[in-house]
């Protein structure tokens, strides 16, 4: 069965602090990683990610996949309050067809 | 920036009742989906769509459910008899190639409510 676990569940955290979010997987076909941030109701995509070791970056959001290892990892430096979001990881495992986690739900407190 | 529309935003059905919630993907986008997440849960896919035919289905979806996309623009989902456990927020989302090489875009989502 295919799983994808993402930790911690929750986190609660002060403007400025520097956050990691970690998903790590375990799927019969691979495609992609993707990681989402989802606000109210539509997750919006972040990053897709493909081949190890390459960061992607976005302002002050990266990510980084380990296909080696089975995991990925999102950084968020210097959060703010809009920041706060639940933070979905994906794995594309057929065309599109995402097993996805069960996200970690990020509080940036002022 | 192109979005991706559903109608309803909420829908509450009887059990039994047919539902069809509706979609208009982005435009030049070819590939469709549906996901749903059931309140406090995964989301979770349910079936993707291209050339107007079903490519993908999982076990969620059943003979009780069905898609078309009735004409160039929208795509549509149909429950023909729900039930309690359909109660859920229900995506679509669309992507201009497959194949894992272009994200999806989702829109915000229909809740239903089954009574």
């Known amino acids: 069965e295919d799983k994808v676990v993402q930790s911690p569940l929750s986190l609660v955290v002060h403007e400025g602090d520097t956050v990691t979010l970690n998903c790590s997987y375990e799927?019969?076909?691979?495609?992609?990683l993707l990681w989402y941030k989802q606000e109210k109701k539509a997750p919006t995509f972040l990053f897709m990610l493909?081949?190890?070791?390459i960061e992607k970056k976005s302002g002050r959001l990266s990510s980084i996949l380990d296909k080696k290892e089975l995991f990925s990892i999102l950084n968020i430096t210097a959060t703010q309050t809009g920041d706060s979001a639940v933070y979905l990881c994906?794995?594309?495992?057929?065309?599109?067809?995402?097993?996805f986690g069960a996200g970690t739900r990020l509080t940036v407190k002022p | 920036e192109p979005e991706v529309t559903q109608t309803p935003s909420h829908q509450v059905t009887q059990m039994g009742q047919e539902v069809i919630l509706r979609c208009v993907p982005i435009?030049?986008?070819?590939?469709f989906y549906w996901y749903r997440q059931i309140l406090g849960q995964k989301v979770e896919f349910l079936v993707s769509?291209?050339?107007?035919?079903?490519?993908?289905k999982s076990e969620i979806f059943d003979d009780q459910f069905s898609v078309e996309r009735p004409d160039g623009s929208n795509f549509t989902l149909k429950i023909r008899s729900t039930k309690l456990e359909d109660s859920a927020m229900y995506f679509c989302?669309?992507?201009?190639?497959?194949?894992?090489?272009?994200?999806?875009?989702f829109g915000n989502g229909t809740r239903l409510t089954v009574t």
């Open positions: 799927v019969t076909n691979f495609r992609s």
């Open positions: 493909t081949s190890s070791g």
């Open positions: 989302a669309s992507t201009k190639r497959a194949g894992g090489t272009s994200p999806l875009h």
């Open positions: 435009s030049n986008h070819l590939y």
């Open positions: 769509f291209y050339n107007n035919e079903i490519s993908e």
């Open positions: 994906a794995v594309d495992v057929n065309n599109n067809d995402m097993r």
